[in-house]
C-alpha cells in the first residue's frame, strides 16, 4: 500500500538548516498495523504527516497504491488523501464550535455524500464507539477520552484504508489510552492499515511492526507478535 | 518607572508595524472625521452670536397674506425701522439693510480704481446705523459715521485687501458706471459667522432723493431686512403683539389712501438673531442657512464615525493582547505585578492614541482649506479650539483618547494578568471556553460590533444613493420649457440701457450663432416678483398675490414654453398701449376663471389688462415646490435680463458675438451672464453639498469598517487556523473552507443591512417629501447598498482567508 524510497525532508529557516528526514525507506503493505517509535525531534510526526500527504517532502519517492503522489498535482492529492486516510492526533484536534455529530459528519459533507447516507454512516461509527448518547454535544464538553473516540469516528467514518495516529493516548489516562488502543486493534483486525506514532512500548505492543527512528533515519525494524 | 514602560512600549509596537500602522490609521481617520464634523457644527451654532448682545438683537420677519394665500419671507418695507424706532422705546436700535440678490450682478457691482475693474460678489446698502448692532472691528474709519453721507462705501477687509492692497483705503475714490464712492471704512469679518454676506456697504442717503420719498410712505414695497436690539426687560411676545396692533392701524390708513380693497393681513414676527442660520421657508432669506435635521445628521454620523473608530481601535487592541498571552504569562512567573502588567500596556496604548491625537490634528489643520471649499466655510482650527467651547471640545477630546487608552491598556491587563501563568503556559493559548453553543463571549461582542459598524456603513451608503438619485432626478427632469442653450445677460442698472436694448437686440440677432433674443425681468429659476391683481376692477373685487414675470414679446417663443390657448405676446403689435397678460394653469385655476381668455384682470392702481393667452404649466422655481400661479405681463421696456438662444453648435462664435456687441452698446460696462441651465442647477445646490458631504462620510465609513473587519478576520482567522487546517486534513478544500469562513461576515453584513433599512427609510422618505418632485423608493437602491457593503467585506475578508487556507496545513497543526 505504501512504498516510500529515499524519502527526504529538511525544514529552512533564515540560515539553517534542519534534517528532519534523512532518507527513509518504508513499505508498508495492506492491513498492517505499524508502530513508529523514536525520541523526541526524530522525525516520526515528519514521516506521518509526509505519509498523510499534508506535508510535502524535501525530496525522495511516496508511492500511495502503486501511485507516485509527487507527480500528482495538489487537487490529486487531495482526492486520494480524502478517500483514503483517515487522522488520529495526540490532541484530538476537533472544532471547537461544532458538535460531536457534526465534527463526525464533516469529512463525509467534504466528500460530497448525500445527507441521507451521511446520517446513517454517522450512526453506525457513533454506535460502534459507544458515544451516540452524547452526540449533541460540544467537544469542550467531553472528556479527554471521549473526544479521542469521537477522533477516530471521524478517522474512520469514511472508511479510509489507511488510519495515521500520532500519539493517539498521549493525552489520555491508561484507562483510556487502553480503550483507544482496543478500538484500533479491532478496526485493524477487520482489515484497515495502520500507521501509529507512539512513545508507548505498551501500545506499540498492539501493532504487527515496529519501526524504530533516530535523528531521522530507520535504524530498524521489527515483527512484534507474529 | 514610566518611561522604562514607554520605552517597552515604542519596541512593541515598532515589532508589530503592521497592526500599529493598521490601528493607527483607523483611529486618525476617525478622529479627522470627527473633528471636521464638530468645527462645522459649531461653527454653524456660533452664527450670529459674535454680536455685543445679541441676545437682544432681532430681525423682523413679515408673513404676507392677501386672498388666503399666506406666504413668510424676510423682508419687510424700507420704513419699518424708522418707524419701529420712532414709536417703541423699548427699541434701543434699529437698522435696514436692502435685499440683494448676489446672483443678479450688473454694472453697479463692479467698481473702477485706477482704472482697473474689481468684481464685488455681494453689495447692498444700508443705514447709518448698521454698524451699531453689527459691532464688527473697524480697521480703518468710524463705524458710527461711516454711513451718514451720501456716496459712502464701506469695505470688508478682504475686499481692502483685493482693491488696495497693504495700502490705507480711507478716503479713496471706486467709480462704477453712475457715481463715485469714497471709502469711509473697512470693517474686520474674520470668524465672525453670520447670515450677513456682504463685502461692501453703501449709505443708504447715496439713493434719489425722490425714491427715498416714496419708500417712506410704501408699506406694501418689500426690500429691506430690518434689525432690532431690544432693551434687556422687554418681552419680546407681548412686544410682538402691540407692534402688529399698531402697524395694522398703520396699513390701514395706507391702504385706505390707496383706495384699494386687500383680503388679507400683513403680520411681523421678531426672529433671535442667532436662529436665522437654521431658519428655512422664509422667502428672500440669506443663501448660507442651514437645515438643522443636516446638522443632527451630521452629529450622529461623527458620532459613529469615533465610535467605529474605537469599537476598532478597541478590537485590533484586545485581540492582538491575546496574541500576547504567552508572553503576559512569561512576565508573570518572572515576577510581574499586575499593576506592572497594566502600565505596561496602558502605556503602549497611550502611545498609540496619542500618536494618532497628534497626527489628526496635524491633517485637519493641513485640510482645512479643502475642507471650508467643500462646505462653503471659512473655519480655522487653531481659532475654534481657542474659543471657549473648542477649548472644552478639546479638552474633552482629549480625556477621551485617554479614556480609550486605558480601555484598551487595561483590558489585557486585567483580563490576562489575572490569568494563571500556567493556563496560557498550557499551550492553547487563551480561548474563552463556552460551555453553552450560543453563550455571551468576547468573540460573539465582537461581531456585534462589527454589525454596529456595518449598519451605519449600509446606512450612509444607502442615503447616498438615494441621494444621488433624487439629485440626478430633479437636475434631469423636463421642466416644461427647453432649458438648454440658453445665455441670459444681467443688463446694466445703468437706465439708460433701456434706450439702447433695440438697437442691442438687433445687432446680436445679426449672426447667425445667436438662435432668438429676447428680454425678461425674471427667469425660470431666478427670483419671482410678486403682484396684486383682482377679477374684478378695484372698487369691487378683492386683491390676490400672483408671482409675476414682466416679459418682452419673444420670451414664451424663445423657451419654448407651450401654450394652451390663446396666444403669445409675439402676436401683439408695438404700438398697442393695452397691458396683456398671459396665465400659467395654476393661475388659472387660482383665480377661478371659466374662460380665461379675453377677460380682464385689475391691478392696484387702477389699471387694468387683458388675458390674452395661457400656458401651460411649468416649473419656474426649484423641484421642491409645486408650480404655483404665475402671472407673465408683457413690458417690453422692463429689461432686467436680455435671454439669448444660442446655436450649440456655434457656442465659441455665440459667446464671442455676445461680447463684442455688448462691448460696443455698454462701453466700461462688466458684461456677467449664465447659463440658464448652469443658473437652475444652483436652485439643488444645498442638495448638492449634502450629497458630497454623504458622500464624503461614505468613504470615511467604508474605509474605518473595511479597516476594522481586514484587521479583526485577520485576527480571527488566524485565530482558527488550526480549525482551518483541521478542516483541510479532512478532506476540505480551499473553495469550501474559504466558503465556511466568509460565510460568518457575509451573514453579519446582512442581518446589518436588514436592521438599518426601515431606518433610513424612514429618514429618507421624510427628506424626498421635501421636493414636491421625487425619485420612487425602489427596493433596489437598498438592495444595491447592501451588495455594494457585502462585496467589500466579502473581498476583504477573502484576501486574509485566501492567504491562510493556501497554506500548508502541518504548519498549524504543528505540536504546542
Not at chain 2, 290 to 315: E, G
Not at chain 2, 657 to 667: C, D, E, F, V, Y
Amino acid at each position: 500500500m505504501i512504498e516510500t524510497k529515499r524519502l527526504k525532508k529538511v525544514f529552512k529557516s533564515a540560515d539553517i538548516e534542519t534534517v528532519a528526514l534523512a532518507g527513509i525507506d518504508l513499505k508498508v503493505e495492506e492491513a498492517d498495523f505499524v508502530s513508529v517509535m523514536g525520541p523526541s525531534g526524530c522525525g516520526k510526526t515528519t514521516l506521518l504527516n509526509l505519509l498523510g500527504m499534508i506535508d510535502v517532502a524535501s525530496s525522495g519517492s511516496y508511492r500511495f497504491k502503486g501511485e507516485e503522489v509527487y507527480s500528482l498535482t495538489e487537487k490529486q492529492i487531495t482526492r486520494l488523501r480524502k478517500q483514503n486516510i483517515g487522522f488520529v492526533f495526540q490532541n484530538f484536534n476537533l472544532i471547537e464550535e461544532l458538535s460531536i455529530w457534526e465534527n463526525i459528519e464533516l469529512p463525509l459533507i467534504y466528500q460530497g455524500v448525500k445527507k441521507a447516507e451521511r446520517k446513517r454512516r454517522v450512526m453506525e461509527v457513533i454506535d460502534r464507539l459507544e458515544i451516540s448518547h452524547r452526540k449533541d454535544l460540544l467537544p469542550v464538553q467531553l472528556s479527554g477520552g471521549q473526544q479521542q473516540r469521537v477522533a477516530v469516528a471521524r478517522a474512520i467514518v469514511t472508511r479510509p484504508h489507511l488510519l495515521l495516529a500520532d500519539e493517539p493516548t498521549g493525552n489520555l489516562d491508561s484507562m483510556h489510552g487502553e480503550e483507544v488502543m482496543n478500538i484500533l486493534d479491532e478496526l485493524n483486525k477487520e482489515g484497515m492499515t495502520i500507521v501509529m506514532v507512539t512513545h508507548s512500548h505498551h501500545d506499540a505492543s498492539y501493532s504487527r511492526r515496529i519501526v524504530h527512528l533516530f535523528d531521522g533515519q530507520i535504524i530498524n525494524e521489527n515483527l512484534n507478535r507474529v | 518607572m514610566w518611561g522604562s514602560f514607554f520605552r517597552m512600549g515604542f519596541r512593541v509596537l515598532m515589532r508589530q508595524k503592521n497592526y500599529f500602522l493598521l490601528n493607527l490609521a483607523g483611529l486618525t481617520i476617525g478622529i479627522v472625521a470627527f473633528v471636521f464634523i464638530y468645527l462645522y457644527v459649531e461653527n454653524a451654532l456660533y452664527y450670529d452670536r459674535s454680536w455685543k448682545n445679541y441676545q437682544h438683537i432681532y430681525r423682523v420677519n413679515e408673513t404676507y397674506s392677501t386672498g388666503g394665500k399666506a406666504e413668510k419671507m424676510a423682508l419687510t418695507p424700507y420704513l419699518l425701522a424708522d418707524t419701529l424706532k420712532n414709536n417703541f422705546p423699548e427699541i434701543l436700535q434699529s437698522t435696514r439693510l436692502f435685499f440683494t440678490d448676489p446672483s443678479d450682478k450688473n454694472d453697479v457691482s463692479s467698481v473702477n480704481y485706477r482704472g482697473k475693474m474689481y468684481d464685488i460678489p455681494n453689495l447692498t446698502i444700508g443705514d447709518a446705523r448698521v454698524f451699531k448692532i453689527f459691532n464688527y472691528r473697524f480697521t480703518e474709519g468710524n463705524p458710527d459715521s461711516c454711513l451718514l453721507h451720501p456716496n459712502s462705501m464701506v469695505l470688508s477687509t478682504a475686499m481692502k485687501q483685493k482693491i488696495f492692497g497693504s495700502n490705507p483705503a480711507l478716503g479713496k475714490k471706486l467709480k462704477t458706471s453712475m457715481r463715485q464712492y469714497t471709502i469711509t471704512g473697512v470693517f474686520d469679518n474674520k470668524n465672525r459667522p453670520s447670515h450677513l454676506e456682504f463685502d461692501a456697504v453703501i449709505s443708504i442717503t447715496s439713493l434719489d432723493k425722490q425714491e427715498q420719498k416714496q419708500l417712506n410712505t410704501n408699506w406694501f414695497w418689500l426690500n429691506c431686512y430690518t434689525y432690532v436690539e431690544f432693551a434687556d426687560t422687554v418681552n419680546v411676545r407681548k412686544f410682538t403683539q402691540r407692534v402688529n396692533y399698531f402697524t395694522d392701524t398703520a396699513i390701514g390708513k395706507f391702504v385706505q389712501k390707496q383706495k384699494i380693497k386687500i383680503n388679507g393681513y400683513m403680520h411681523l414676527a421678531f426672529q433671535p438673531i442667532q436662529d436665522i442660520h437654521f431658519s428655512q421657508g422664509l422667502l428672500y432669506d440669506s443663501h448660507s442657512n442651514i437645515n438643522v435635521t443636516y446638522l443632527y445628521i451630521f452629529v450622529i454620523v461623527a458620532l459613529f464615525i469615533l465610535l467605529m473608530a474605537s469599537i476598532n481601535y478597541v478590537n485590533f487592541a484586545t485581540a492582538r493582547s491575546l496574541k500576547r498571552a504567552r508572553e503576559i504569562g512569561v512576565r508573570k512567573v518572572m515576577g510581574a505585578l499586575r499593576k506592572q502588567l497594566m502600565r505596561q500596556h496602558i502605556s503602549e496604548a497611550l502611545i498609540l492614541t496619542f500618536t494618532a491625537f497628534i497626527i489628526s490634528l496635524s491633517l485637519v489643520e493641513l485640510m482645512t482649506p479643502v475642507f471650508n471649499a467643500l462646505v462653503n466655510r471659512h473655519i480655522t482650527l487653531v481659532h475654534s479650539l481657542f474659543s471657549g467651547s473648542g477649548l472644552v471640545f478639546g479638552f474633552l477630546l482629549l480625556l477621551f483618547m485617554l479614556l480609550l487608552a486605558l480601555l484598551s491598556g487595561s483590558f489585557p491587563a486585567f483580563v490576562l494578568s489575572s490569568l494563571q501563568p500556567v493556563e496560557v503556559l498550557g499551550g492553547r493559548g487563551v480561548v474563552f471556553k463556552t460551555k453553552k453553543r450560543y453563550s455571551f463571549t468576547a468573540a460573539g461582542l465582537r461581531k456585534f460590533l462589527v454589525v454596529i459598524q456595518y449598519l451605519v456603513a449600509i446606512g450612509v451608503i444607502i442615503s447616498t444613493l438615494i441621494i444621488f438619485a433624487q439629485i440626478h432626478y430633479v437636475k434631469n427632469r423636463p421642466l416644461g420649457f427647453d432649458k438648454e442653450n440658453v445665455v441670459v445677460v444681467n443688463s446694466p442698472a445703468d437706465t439708460s440701457f433701456r434706450g439702447r436694448v433695440k438697437g442691442f437686440v438687433a445687432a446680436l440677432q445679426a449672426d447667425s450663432a445667436i438662435e432668438q433674443v429676447a428680454t425678461a425681468s425674471s427667469l425660470p429659476g431666478y427670483l419671482t416678483g410678486k403682484i396684486l391683481v383682482s377679477t374684478g376692477d378695484s372698487t369691487d373685487g378683492h386683491m390676490q398675490t400672483l408671482n409675476s414675470f414682466f416679459v418682452g414679446y419673444h420670451y414664451f417663443d424663445l423657451l419654448k414654453i407651450p401654450l394652451l390657448e390663446g396666444q403669445y405676446f409675439s402676436s401683439v403689435t408695438e404700438n398697442d398701449s393695452t397691458e396683456h397678460f398671459i396665465l400659467n394653469e395654476a393661475a388659472v385655476d387660482f383665480l377661478h376663471l371659466k374662460h380665461p381668455i379675453g377677460s380682464y384682470l385689475y391691478t392696484p392702481m387702477a389699471k387694468k389688462g387683458k388675458i390674452i393667452g395661457v400656458v401651460k404649466n411649468f416649473n419656474f422655481s426649484s423641484l421642491h415646490q409645486q408650480v404655483e400661479p404665475l402671472i407673465f405681463v408683457l413690458s417690453p421696456q422692463y429689461v432686467q435680463y436680455v435671454v439669448v438662444r444660442i446655436n450649440p453648435a456655434k457656442r465659441q462664435e455665440a459667446l464671442a458675438h455676445l461680447q463684442a456687441t455688448w462691448n460696443k452698446s455698454n462701453k466700461g460696462y462688466t458684461m456677467y451672464y449664465t447659463f440658464l441651465d448652469k443658473k437652475l442647477d444652483t436652485l439643488y445646490s444645498s442638495d448638492q453639498k449634502m450629497l458630497s458631504l454623504f458622500f464624503y462620510f461614505s468613504l470615511f465609513v467604508i474605509f474605518i469598517s473595511a479597516l476594522g473587519l481586514f484587521g479583526l478576520s485577520a485576527f480571527l482567522i488566524e485565530q482558527r487556523s488550526k480549525e482551518i487546517s483541521i478542516r483541510k486534513v479532512l478532506g476540505g478544500s480551499e473553495k469550501q473552507i474559504v466558503f465556511t469562513l466568509v460565510k460568518e461576515y457575509v451573514m453579519l453584513v446582512l442581518i446589518a443591512g436588514l436592521l438599518i433599512s426601515p431606518v433610513v427609510y424612514f429618514f429618507i422618505e421624510k427628506w424626498l417629501n421635501s421636493f414636491a418632485y421625487h425619485i420612487r423608493l425602489s427596493i433596489w437602491y437598498f438592495v444595491a447598498g447592501i451588495v455594494l457593503v457585502l462585496f467589500i467585506a466579502f473581498f476583504t475578508v477573502l484576501l486574509q482567508a485566501l492567504s491562510m487556507v493556501r497554506k500548508r496545513p502541518v504548519e498549524a497543526l504543528k505540536y504546542e
